[in-house]
């Protein structure tokens, strides 16, 4: 296709319409309503150059019959829709999958969530989401890969791989969408759409390396955040998408607003009118209005006006044309659209035993006495209003699944147990009217009356040898629009396991949400906490795998647990601080007073500053336990001095398993940097390895280490960063979790001073 002979042949309507992604709104599937007519007329216009898939195969057929036959040009649509983690076979939540610390794993994930949404029509799905977040408030961080920058660079590289291949010509890909550039992880008190005011140092060191490895990795289109960036909404912010996207980074695919962003430029107070919004979103470089049409409405006036030249206009729907070449529209227009191939890769056994696979890989044990793994003898009382909760088992952003396709918790424990006591016990929450808002995609909350609910469940408790509560948010508790400003357990859920507590009976409990949740008091009283996030739709398999020993746990946290909510938000790569994080108050001795190193002596601490506990998380980053039982050796570097930015050191350690059975351990590596040109976080992890080991095997792990690895970002502008290697002393940690590390300093020299 030469792509310039056809833009020589189109007029500046028809090129604005390949900018135009309009909603299908209200328009009948079937084709037969005006709504419906007015939409395919459009199409032959040449005024809507894709639209959301979702919509039966046939009828999104012949929209593209109409496109390709009848449109001035027979310019094809492409559709698109939100995968977030898979697509009607239901993986793990995002920041679920993070918890695996598996590359592989996930962009198999993703690889097989392209198959199925591509045979449903979808050509660019709107996924993958690499906001870094570290606000458990925030309920969107259910769709991130959580608080860490590393961690969500790995994540991106797996998704785009997963779902573009190396050919996206091919009918069974898609192309990829990063999303949402940037800092919108960061939102003020979680406050979904609040503004976050991000400085370019942390811009660059920790919320743009996971859009940066994904632009690496071919990404084929990134969405722009809704929210305001230190004043200028990102919707607008030229130096974020043209000067550092498109000239420092280089990427040349699609930027897209998010859903209406581009209209609500006139909400955010930075433009007067639909107009004025058009141009300031068109100048800072988004090329497709994705649902507000403020394009369509207004690019022509702004070009015969001189504020926006045509040739900017060719640029923008050039870069459509050719992101349509690239999936072979024009060789194959209805590739995905066939509804024989659509349900003979959908749900597929194969599909299923990787959810289940997924799952299982993404559940962390937080805390285990002992009660885990449980004898299949032993009876069973299976309790929680997420115990036989179908509707939730698939999570937020499941957008085409049913859920009639999910295994319930009950179901997978009455495959291993055969006869298991069940009651409800609690409701998710008791207020009717939350209980509407959560409700608001599918019934996954229901009220009954709680004293009942408490007495069923405490008769059933008494009976068994030991109870397996299900407890935790709804599947809409996070998700878009869904701030908590409390972390504990909705509802009447914690009277319930106050009941359950005071039988006696050892207390498994199986916590299920898309945040970190504050459970300090859970882990005063369970024997057992197992986190299983929203497991997709072999949850309730997965988790029976894990809770009787057929599958081992794995995981570990991708985002840390606050002790308490007002803790938020809090990450392990904090920097240090002036004085000590849980003191206030102190008195500072005189010049006499000071150590070896000429330092002042801090003698006196007169006000405690956390009178409600420690400032530390519950469970730190990285932390996951395990049925195997880790021994880390001491940490060995190969050298104690290197010089020059080319040098290489080798941190290496010997794991063991001391356990009964085999497992996999996930060993982090990690850096610190005490003195810098900047304050710089005490740790940051720069690496991890999965391993492994069958009981008494012992195996080292090597970590290969170059300046590459100690330099950071020094940006005092968002569009000039200056990556810099400072030579000094570091400190290279390895461990089991950002708080259980041995340690080893090594001096760097560098001859540029």
Same mark, same amino acid.
């Given at each position: 296709?030469?792509?310039?002979?056809?833009?020589?042949?189109?007029?500046?309507?028809?090129?604005?319409?390949?900018?135009?992604?309009?909603?299908?709104?209200?328009?009948?599937?079937?084709?037969?309503?005006?709504?419906?007519?007015?939409?395919?007329?459009?199409?032959?216009?040449?005024?809507?150059?894709?639209?959301?898939?979702?919509?039966?195969?046939?009828?999104?057929?012949?929209?593209?019959?109409?496109?390709?036959?009848?449109?001035?040009?027979?310019?094809?649509?492409?559709?698109?829709?939100?995968?977030?983690?898979?697509?009607?076979?239901?993986?793990?939540?995002? /920041? @679920?999958? !993070?918890?695996?610390? =598996?590359?592989?794993?996930? $962009? *198999?994930?993703? %690889?097989? #969530?392209?198959?199925? &949404?591509?045979?449903?029509?979808?050509? /660019? @799905?709107? !996924?993958?989401?690499? =906001?870094?977040?570290?606000? $458990? *408030?925030?309920? %969107?961080? #259910?769709?991130?890969? &959580?608080?860490?920058?590393?961690?969500?660079?790995?994540? !991106?590289?797996?998704?785009?791989?997963?779902?573009?291949?190396?050919?996206?010509?091919? #009918?069974?890909?898609?192309?990829?969408?990063?999303?949402?550039?940037?800092?919108?992880?960061?939102?003020?008190?979680?406050?979904?759409?609040?503004?976050?005011?991000?400085?370019?140092?942390?811009?660059?060191?920790?919320?743009?390396?996971?859009?940066?490895?994904?632009?690496?990795?071919?990404?084929?289109?990134?969405?722009?955040?809704?929210?305001?960036?230190?004043?200028?909404?990102?919707?607008?912010?030229?130096?974020?998408?043209?000067?550092?996207?498109?000239?420092?980074?280089?990427?040349?695919?699609?930027?897209?607003?998010?859903?209406?962003?581009?209209?609500?430029?006139?909400?955010?107070?930075?433009?007067?009118?639909?107009?004025?919004?058009?141009?300031?979103?068109?100048?800072?470089?988004?090329?497709?209005?994705?649902?507000?049409?403020?394009?369509?409405?207004?690019?022509?006036?702004?070009?015969?006006?001189?504020?926006?030249?045509?040739?900017?206009?060719?640029?923008?729907?050039?870069?459509?044309?050719?992101?349509?070449?690239?999936?072979?529209?024009?060789?194959?227009?209805?590739?995905?659209?066939?509804?024989?191939?659509?349900?003979?890769?959908?749900?597929?056994?194969?599909?299923?035993?990787?959810?289940?696979?997924?799952?299982?890989?993404?559940?962390?044990?937080?805390?285990?006495?002992?009660?885990?793994?449980?004898?299949?003898?032993?009876?069973?009382?299976?309790?929680?209003?997420?115990?036989?909760?179908?509707?939730?088992?698939?999570?937020?952003?499941?957008?085409?699944?049913?859920?009639?396709?999910?295994?319930?918790?009950?179901?997978?424990?009455?495959?291993?147990?055969?006869?298991?006591?069940?009651?409800?016990?609690?409701?998710?929450?008791?207020?009717?009217?939350?209980?509407?808002?959560?409700?608001?995609?599918?019934?996954?909350?229901?009220?009954?009356?709680?004293?009942?609910?408490?007495?069923?469940?405490?008769?059933?408790?008494?009976?068994?040898?030991?109870?397996?509560?299900?407890?935790?948010?709804?599947?809409?508790?996070?998700?878009?629009?869904?701030?908590?400003?409390?972390?504990?357990?909705?509802?009447?859920?914690?009277?319930?396991?106050?009941?359950?507590?005071?039988?006696?009976?050892?207390?498994?409990?199986?916590?299920?949400?898309?945040?970190?949740?504050?459970?300090?008091?859970?882990?005063?009283?369970?024997?057992?906490?197992?986190?299983?996030?929203?497991?997709?739709?072999?949850?309730?398999?997965?988790?029976?795998?894990?809770?009787?020993?057929?599958?081992?746990?794995?995981?570990?946290?991708?985002?840390?647990?606050?002790?308490?909510?007002?803790?938020?938000?809090?990450?392990?790569?904090?920097?240090?601080?002036?004085?000590?994080?849980?003191?206030?108050?102190?008195?500072?001795?005189?010049?006499?007073?000071?150590?070896?190193?000429?330092?002042?002596?801090?003698?006196?601490?007169?006000?405690?500053?956390?009178?409600?506990?420690?400032?530390?998380?519950?469970?730190?980053?990285?932390?996951?336990?395990?049925?195997?039982?880790?021994?880390?050796?001491?940490?060995?570097?190969?050298?104690?001095?290197?010089?020059?930015?080319?040098?290489?050191?080798?941190?290496?350690?010997?794991?063991?398993?001391?356990?009964?059975?085999?497992?996999?351990?996930?060993?982090?590596?990690?850096?610190?940097?005490?003195?810098?040109?900047?304050?710089?976080?005490?740790?940051?992890?720069?690496?991890?390895?999965?391993?492994?080991?069958?009981?008494?095997?012992?195996?080292?792990?090597?970590?290969?280490?170059?300046?590459?690895?100690?330099?950071?970002?020094?940006?005092?502008?968002?569009?000039?960063?200056?990556?810099?290697?400072?030579?000094?002393?570091?400190?290279?940690?390895?461990?089991?979790?950002?708080?259980?590390?041995?340690?080893?300093?090594?001096?760097?020299?560098?001859?540029?001073?």
């Amino acid at each position: 296709m030469d792509i310039d002979d056809l833009l020589g042949r189109m007029s500046l309507a028809e090129k604005i319409g390949q900018l135009n992604h309009p909603n299908i709104g209200g328009a009948d599937t079937t084709g037969a309503g005006p709504a419906s007519a007015h939409l395919e007329a459009r199409i032959r216009a040449g005024e809507i150059g894709s639209l959301a898939a979702g919509a039966p195969l046939p009828w999104l057929a012949e929209l593209q019959r109409i496109a390709v036959a009848q449109s001035p040009h027979g310019i094809p649509l492409f559709f698109t829709l939100d995968v977030i983690h898979g697509h009607r076979t239901i993986f793990p939540l995002p /920041l @679920a999958l !993070a918890c695996a610390f =598996d590359a592989d794993l996930v $962009a *198999r994930t993703a %690889r097989a #969530a392209a198959v199925e &949404g591509a045979a449903s029509g979808i050509m /660019l @799905a709107w !996924a993958p989401m690499l =906001d870094v977040s570290r606000d $458990a *408030r925030w309920g %969107r961080c #259910a769709e991130s890969p &959580g608080e860490d920058p590393y961690v969500g660079a790995v994540f !991106a590289r797996a998704m785009v791989d997963g779902y573009q291949q190396d050919d996206l010509t091919r #009918a069974d890909t898609m192309m990829a969408c990063a999303k949402h550039f940037a800092g919108y992880g960061f939102a003020e008190a979680g406050r979904d759409y609040n503004m976050a005011d991000i400085s370019p140092y942390r811009m660059h060191n920790v919320v743009l390396p996971p859009f940066k490895a994904a632009v690496d990795a071919g990404v084929g289109a990134v969405m722009v955040g809704f929210h305001n960036l230190a004043g200028i909404p990102c919707t607008a912010h030229r130096e974020l998408l043209h000067d550092l996207l498109r000239e420092r980074w280089g990427f040349d695919g699609l930027i897209v607003s998010d859903y209406t962003a581009i209209m609500e430029l006139v909400h955010h107070g930075v433009a007067a009118d639909e107009k004025e919004a058009a141009w300031l979103a068109f100048h800072a470089g988004v090329d497709i209005d994705l649902v507000g049409e403020c394009y369509r409405r207004h690019l022509p006036a702004l070009v015969a006006e001189g504020r926006i030249a045509e040739r900017d206009i060719d640029a923008a729907c050039r870069r459509v044309l050719r992101a349509k070449e690239k999936l072979g529209l024009f060789d194959n227009p209805y590739r995905g659209l066939d509804e024989e191939k659509r349900a003979a890769v959908t749900l597929t056994p194969a599909a299923r035993a990787l959810a289940r696979e997924a799952a299982a890989k993404s559940c962390v044990l937080l805390k285990n006495d002992g009660a885990l793994p449980l004898a299949r003898d032993r009876r069973i009382a299976l309790i929680g209003p997420l115990a036989d909760s179908r509707a939730n088992m698939q999570g937020t952003w499941a957008v085409a699944a049913k859920p009639e396709d999910s295994v319930t918790i009950l179901e997978g424990f009455r495959a291993v147990f055969g006869t298991v006591l069940y009651a409800k016990g609690a409701n998710i929450v008791d207020d009717p009217n939350i209980a509407a808002r959560l409700n608001l995609f599918g019934e996954t909350v229901t009220i009954d009356p709680p004293d009942t609910l408490l007495e069923e469940a405490t008769t059933q408790a008494r009976k068994a040898d030991v109870i397996v509560a299900c407890i935790g948010e709804a599947r809409e508790h996070t998700g878009e629009s869904a701030t908590r400003s409390t972390l504990e357990l909705p509802g009447s859920q914690r009277r319930l396991l106050e009941a359950l507590v005071a039988t006696g009976k050892p207390l498994v409990l199986v916590t299920m949400s898309g945040r970190p949740l504050a459970l300090s008091w859970e882990d005063r009283h369970a024997n057992a906490i197992l986190h299983a996030w929203f497991g997709g739709s072999e949850t309730g398999n997965a988790i029976a795998d894990l809770l009787v020993g057929a599958a081992n746990p794995s995981a570990k946290l991708a985002m840390s647990y606050p002790r308490d909510s007002g803790q938020c938000p809090m990450t392990y790569a904090e920097p240090p601080t002036g004085r000590p994080g849980d003191r206030i108050g102190l008195d500072v001795g005189g010049d006499s007073e000071r150590d070896a190193q000429g330092r002042p002596v801090f003698r006196k601490f007169t006000t405690a500053c956390r009178l409600e506990g420690p400032a530390t998380p519950l469970y730190p980053f990285g932390h996951g336990l395990s049925y195997s039982a880790f021994a880390y050796g001491d940490v060995a570097l190969d050298r104690s001095e290197l010089d020059g930015e080319d040098a290489v050191l080798t941190a290496s350690v010997t794991v063991r398993n001391d356990g009964a059975v085999a497992g996999e351990e996930i060993v982090q590596l990690y850096i610190g940097d005490p003195v810098a040109s900047r304050s710089r976080p005490v740790r940051e992890l720069k690496g991890f390895q999965k391993i492994a080991l069958a009981p008494g095997e012992s195996r080292q792990v090597s970590f290969r280490i170059t300046a590459e690895d100690l330099r950071y970002c020094r940006a005092d502008r968002l569009a000039a960063p200056e990556y810099v290697f400072e030579p000094g002393e570091f400190v290279i940690g390895i461990g089991g979790s950002s708080e259980n590390l041995g340690t080893k300093r090594v001096v760097w020299r560098c001859d540029k001073r």
